[in-house]
């Protein structure tokens, strides 16, 4: 009987390596082969595709068992995978990259700030097929179990059947048990009243982040809504972001050069 391939398979997130979701992410997808976890060293939540380019980042191994090892590096998600694939994987890349899971929603408007679709990106970039897998819970102390059951069985599908050049899949998992899950696109969505103003202690202005998501769309729903509904909403992004319908127009407002007549 012909043994079933181990897969290799490199995990980093935006909430830090000791994070309870990617911690929860790694041991589920351990029964599919070898993982390699590769996080930043704290949180690092809205670092989208940023790398660091000034000062020199550092590597450091945390833990290692069989099927698993971990290391934390000082840079960013994005930094974190490409210093994997270029030291741990300089020979051979691994069969998927995963990002989570986040301890928060990635849907819509948030796949570009997102520094776990950011991990999934660079992968995609790299070509290898990746997944983000973003639970819509922000609590300190989340509960992973179906974040961690849909990422093994989505990892399985993207591992049996590949993604097509220049598509990673972002995947975002409700809080409470899933009704099903919605292949779906993208919300077309912005933030709103998106900072509180404040005084600090030195009697300063402040800004504080807030705000929530809304779709400028509402009668084409998208991953926004199907989450709200309780599913779990599955949406592939392309990395591409040439506008390809708006080319042949745009060359006849230029009138450029490289037109074929």
């Excluded at 609590?139 to 059951?149: N, S």
Aim: proline share 5%; hydrophobic share 40%.
């Amino acid at each position: 009987m012909k043994e079933k391939k181990k897969y290799e398979i490199l995990v980093s997130n935006d909430d830090g390596f000791r994070a309870p979701g990617v911690k929860a992410l790694m041991r589920a997808l351990m029964p599919l082969g070898n993982v390699t976890v590769v996080a930043p060293d704290g949180a690092r939540s809205g670092f989208s595709s940023a790398i660091t380019s000034v000062i020199p980042i550092t590597m450091k191994l945390r833990h290692q068992e069989e099927g698993l090892t971990v290391y934390s590096s000082t840079g960013t998600p994005v930094d974190c995978v490409k210093l994997a694939l270029n030291t741990i994987f300089a020979d051979e890349k691994p069969d998927l990259v995963v990002g989570g899971i986040n301890h928060g929603r990635n849907d819509g408007v948030c796949v570009l700030y997102s520094g776990t679709l950011g991990v999934a990106m660079e992968g995609t970039v790299c070509g290898i097929p990746s997944l983000a897998v973003s639970l819509n819970d922000h609590a300190e102390e989340i509960d992973t179990t179906y974040a961690c059951e849909w990422a093994l069985k989505i990892a399985s599908m993207i591992l049996e059947n590949g993604l097509p050049k220049n598509t990673l899949l972002s995947m975002n998992v409700p809080r409470e048990k899933p009704k099903g899950i919605h292949v779906c696109p993208l919300t077309n969505g912005r933030f709103t009243n998106e900072y509180m103003r404040s005084v600090n202690a030195r009697g300063k202005e402040v800004f504080w982040m807030q705000g929530h998501q809304v779709n400028k769309t509402p009668e084409f729903p998208g991953d926004l809504e199907a989450l709200e509904e309780g599913y779990v909403a599955l949406t592939p992004v392309n990395v591409d972001m040439t506008d390809y319908r708006f080319l042949e127009e745009l060359c006849e407002m230029v009138d450029c050069d490289n037109r074929v007549e």
